[in-house]
């Protein structure tokens, strides 16, 4: 139960793209928000774009309320239909998606009051643009006759990124008593930057926003989250490091942060937590024993799994530093002749064309072995217990007869191969250019027999169903030890913290949002371990080298760690997690709405 604070708000609307319309990170920022909102607002709601797939899945149809009523009947007669109903998630929240399509012929008068208002520069954008637009507009349009219908009422709006700009936009050249609050989770232009390579911190004292919008050619977004930034009663961002950017790309301090956390309380506890883990570390075993095993074998009871999972950026995710650690402690574990393996695992999503067959081989060469040990189970069973109770030596003679052994034989001929294991689960589009692919043959990360970390690059998106693992995103996460995130770019960075309320420990940096605020809690506990339930690597005004030195260190003690101490992290890590519980995070959303009204 989150902890009651005076509201200002009596009607709140909280518009994004990502409403029942999952594309990124802030879907699960609204989807998990949703609950802690309603026990504060009254008449909250969401609005987002009408799908109509999607909204199948995620949205239960219901009868509006008066006021929403009297408000679409004037929207449809623009072309513009309004369905409602609540979010199909545990809190239910009032929702509105708008079909926006049928006032498509008003773009061009749109984006002439967009440059007409607010100098948003949308000369020759295309649907990716004018689409958000379109539908944010609506959301404008519709939140301004809802507020006609409701006299004297407190009225506040909140808006999510550049995509929902257009709709603050229309309340504030309508002159609006809507109060209007603005969250960028990502600049534009820093991401970009970021993503074409370019040092954006040590860039950005220096750099001319304008000059490198047009450049990269975003003007059009650039200008627009500009303008709302400018003209949104509160501005937001949701990170310290996001706030740095924000005010010197969009030319506006936020006033207040707005982190991003989870409902902790839906994750497993440390009890459901263990289950868990156990569960999905045996099927991860059984995927690497078909993988690598017809090649070679090694200590599955010994092996620690690593990862890394997100977007294929090789360098804002970090991904690059990840690579260089990995081959620093392989070279660090081979010397040492360490009897420990470090299989990492890469579940980055790339297009493909499909499983190796290669690896379906394996697979069913495997499973065809695990069948026949399985039928002849019980008269193994029989066959040991006969000779214990009988007080026979049960190694005098095989317990194995002739046909089974050599049926066995059989399937062990075909199960076995020459050379290495396969790097990469899928045939890759054109692994000449795969940044992981061809860097992790340079790093000498190639799966050799003496090889003592082994690498698996398995581009599809954990679903369930890939047909290797067969595991969802978070059963997948928790059946490892450790998961790596040393983000360049990363406004928040949810995958760490989703880590942590699965008792998975991990790593990330202070250039992203999480690992920056993680940073200043971590230093209260004044510990001088060597590897925590969170730690976050310095990577702020650092070298690649410096950085690749600090994870290779933790991940080294990691390798060290007893059992016993892997246990210890892992509860510390689950702990950690409540500090990121919406529940102490939702106030600053309320904040920022309370503060639109002393505008």
């Given at each position: 139960m989150?902890?009651?604070?005076?509201?200002?708000?009596?009607?709140?609307?909280?518009?994004?793209?990502?409403?029942?319309?999952?594309?990124?990170?802030?879907?699960?920022?609204?989807?998990?928000?949703?609950?802690?909102?309603?026990?504060?607002?009254?008449?909250?709601?969401?609005?987002?774009?009408?799908?109509?797939?999607?909204?199948?899945?995620e949205?239960?149809?219901?009868?509006?309320?008066?006021?929403?009523?009297?408000?679409?009947?004037?929207?449809?007669?623009?072309?513009?239909?309004?369905?409602?109903?609540s979010?199909?998630?545990?809190?239910?929240?009032?929702?509105?998606?708008?079909?926006?399509?049928g006032?498509?012929?008003?773009?061009?008068?749109?984006?002439?009051?967009?440059?007409?208002?607010?100098?948003?520069?949308?000369?020759?954008?295309?649907?990716?643009?004018d689409?958000?637009?379109?539908?944010?507009?609506?959301?404008?349009?519709?939140?301004?006759?809802?507020?006609?219908?409701?006299?004297?009422?407190?009225?506040?709006?909140?808006?999510?990124?550049?995509?929902?700009?257009?709709?603050?936009?229309?309340?504030?050249?309508?002159?609006?008593?809507?109060?209007?609050?603005?969250?960028?989770?990502?600049?534009?232009?820093?991401?970009?930057?970021?993503?074409n390579?370019?040092?954006?911190?040590?860039?950005?004292?220096?750099?001319?926003?304008?000059?490198?919008?047009?450049?990269?050619?975003?003007?059009?977004?650039?200008?627009?989250?500009?303008?709302?930034?400018?003209?949104?009663?509160v501005?937001t961002?949701?990170?310290?490091?996001?706030?740095?950017?924000?005010?010197?790309?969009?030319?506006?301090?936020?006033?207040?942060?707005?982190?991003?956390?989870?409902?902790?309380?839906?994750f497993?506890?440390?009890?459901?937590?263990?289950?868990?883990?156990?569960?999905?570390?045996?099927?991860?075993?059984?995927?690497?024993?078909?993988?690598?095993?017809?090649?070679?074998?090694?200590?599955?009871?010994?092996?620690?799994?690593?990862?890394?999972?997100?977007?294929?950026?090789?360098?804002?995710?970090?991904?690059?530093?990840?690579?260089?650690?990995?081959?620093?402690?392989?070279?660090?574990?081979?010397?040492?002749?360490?009897?420990?393996?470090?299989?990492a695992?890469?579940?980055?999503?790339?297009?493909?064309?499909?499983?190796?067959?290669?690896?379906l081989?394996?697979?069913?060469?495997?499973?065809?072995?695990?069948?026949?040990?399985?039928?002849?189970?019980?008269?193994?069973?029989?066959?040991?217990?006969?000779?214990?109770?009988?007080?026979?030596?049960?190694?005098?003679?095989?317990?194995?007869?002739k046909?089974?052994?050599?049926?066995?034989?059989?399937?062990?001929l075909?199960?076995k191969?020459?050379?290495?294991?396969?790097?990469?689960?899928?045939?890759?589009?054109?692994?000449?250019?795969?940044?992981?692919?061809?860097?992790?043959?340079?790093?000498?990360?190639?799966?050799?027999?003496?090889?003592?970390?082994?690498?698996?690059?398995?581009?599809?998106?954990?679903?369930?169903?890939?047909?290797?693992?067969?595991?969802a995103?978070?059963?997948?996460?928790?059946?490892?030890?450790?998961?790596?995130?040393?983000?360049?770019?990363?406004?928040?960075?949810?995958?760490?913290?989703?880590?942590?309320?699965?008792?998975?420990?991990?790593?990330?940096?202070?250039?992203?949002?999480?690992?920056?605020?993680?940073?200043?809690?971590?230093?209260?506990?004044?510990?001088n371990?060597?590897?925590?339930?969170?730690?976050?690597?310095?990577?702020?005004?650092?070298?690649?080298?410096?950085?690749?030195?600090?994870?290779?260190?933790?991940?080294?003690?990691?390798?060290?760690m007893s059992?016993?101490?892997?246990?210890?992290?892992?509860?510390?890590?689950?702990?950690?997690?409540?500090?990121?519980?919406?529940?102490?995070?939702?106030?600053?959303?309320?904040?920022?709405?309370?503060?639109?009204?002393?505008?």
């Amino acid at each position: 139960m989150t902890q009651k604070i005076n509201v200002k708000s009596e009607y709140l609307f909280e518009a994004s793209w990502e409403v029942c319309n999952k594309v990124g990170g802030i879907y699960t920022v609204v989807k998990t928000k949703a609950a802690p909102m309603q026990e504060h607002y009254k008449n909250y709601t969401l609005i987002g774009p009408y799908f109509k797939e999607k909204a199948k899945l995620e949205l239960n149809d219901q009868e509006p309320p008066k006021e929403f009523n009297e408000a679409f009947k004037i929207l449809k007669e623009e072309g513009i239909h309004c369905h409602y109903g609540s979010w199909n998630i545990k809190s239910e929240p009032s929702t509105i998606l708008i079909e926006f399509t049928g006032a498509k012929g008003q773009i061009n008068e749109i984006k002439s009051q967009l440059w007409n208002y607010a100098k948003v520069d949308s000369l020759g954008s295309a649907w990716e643009f004018d689409e958000p637009v379109l539908w944010s507009w609506c959301v404008g349009r519709l939140i301004e006759e809802i507020a006609k219908r409701l006299p004297g009422k407190k009225i506040s709006s909140h808006w999510h990124e550049w995509l929902a700009g257009a709709g603050l936009l229309y309340l504030r050249s309508k002159k609006s008593d809507v109060k209007t609050v603005f969250t960028t989770h990502a600049t534009m232009l820093g991401r970009t930057l970021a993503g074409n390579g370019r040092n954006l911190y040590e860039e950005l004292p220096h750099i001319n926003p304008d000059t490198e919008a047009y450049r990269y050619n975003i003007q059009s977004k650039f200008t627009l989250e500009r303008a709302s930034a400018h003209h949104a009663h509160v501005f937001t961002t949701v990170s310290e490091i996001t706030g740095i950017e924000a005010e010197k790309i969009l030319g506006r301090k936020p006033e207040i942060l707005v982190l991003n956390g989870l409902d902790i309380q839906k994750f497993p506890t440390l009890e459901e937590n263990t289950i868990k883990h156990v569960t999905s570390r045996e099927i991860i075993r059984e995927f690497l024993t078909f993988h690598f095993f017809p090649h070679y074998a090694f200590n599955l009871d010994h092996a620690l799994f690593f990862f890394i999972v997100g977007r294929y950026e090789y360098r804002n995710k970090g991904i690059d530093l990840f690579l260089k650690a990995l081959a620093k402690l392989n070279i660090k574990l081979t010397e040492e002749k360490s009897d420990r393996t470090i299989c990492a695992f890469f579940w980055i999503p790339q297009p493909n064309q499909g499983l190796q067959i290669q690896l379906l081989e394996n697979k069913n060469y495997y499973q065809h072995i695990k069948y026949v040990v399985q039928a002849n189970s019980k008269d193994l069973l029989r066959k040991i217990v006969s000779d214990f109770v009988s007080q026979e030596d049960p190694l005098k003679e095989s317990i194995f007869t002739k046909s089974f052994l050599d049926e066995m034989k059989k399937d062990i001929l075909h199960f076995k191969r020459l050379g290495n294991p396969l790097i990469c689960t899928h045939k890759l589009n054109d692994e000449s250019r795969d940044a992981i692919f061809q860097n992790l043959l340079h790093a000498g990360l190639d799966n050799k027999e003496d090889d003592r970390v082994k690498v698996i690059y398995n581009p599809v998106y954990l679903d369930g169903s890939d047909q290797l693992l067969n595991l969802a995103y978070y059963d997948a996460m928790a059946g490892c030890h450790f998961g790596v995130f040393p983000s360049y770019y990363e406004p928040w960075g949810y995958t760490p913290l989703e880590a942590m309320a699965l008792g998975v420990p991990a790593l990330t940096t202070d250039l992203a949002g999480f690992g920056r605020y993680m940073d200043k809690e971590l230093e209260k506990l004044r510990t001088n371990q060597k590897v925590m339930g969170m730690n976050v690597v310095k990577r702020f005004q650092k070298s690649d080298e410096e950085v690749v030195e600090q994870i290779f260190e933790i991940l080294y003690a990691m390798s060290q760690m007893s059992h016993k101490e892997r246990v210890q992290i892992k509860i510390q890590a689950k702990n950690l997690s409540n500090l990121s519980d919406w529940g102490n995070f939702v106030k600053n959303y309320i904040n920022a709405h309370n503060l639109a009204f002393e505008k």
